[in-house]
């Protein structure tokens, strides 16, 4: 079983930065991404950064050029540096990997806090 533990959310005024952390364990056969998903109240949880297998990586339009992630192969672990920070951007977010070995199976982290507030 594949278990993701995140670090590394919390509170930052605007302009502020934050990196966020997602440690892998388990057994991961055939990794397809991993990466961050945001939920506001009230919203959608909606894709905000994955990286794939080979290093390509996908952002959405709303942190391109803020957000930069990255990815330590050799210990499953992935990180979100999230620079230029808006209040916007306050979400908890939630750390995923997606994986194919015979089905696609899709694991979640349980959420950091993130806060941008002057």
């Known amino acids: 079983q594949v278990q993701l533990v995140e670090s590394g959310g919390g509170f930052v005024q605007p302009g502020g930065s934050l990196r966020l952390v997602c440690a892998a364990s388990g057994s991961i056969f055939g990794f397809v991404s991993m990466g961050w998903y945001r939920q506001a109240p009230g919203n959608q949880r909606e894709l905000v950064a994955g990286i794939y297998n080979g290093g390509s990586t996908n952002y959405a339009d709303f942190v391109k050029g803020r957000f930069t992630i990255s990815r330590d192969n050799a210990n499953n672990t992935a990180y979100l540096q999230m620079n230029s920070l808006k209040p916007e951007d306050t979400a908890v977010y939630y750390c995923?990997?997606?994986?194919?070995?015979?089905?696609?199976?899709?694991?979640w982290g349980q959420g950091s806090q993130v806060t941008v507030s002057s």
């Open positions: 995923y990997l997606q994986s194919f070995s015979a089905r696609l199976s899709n694991y």
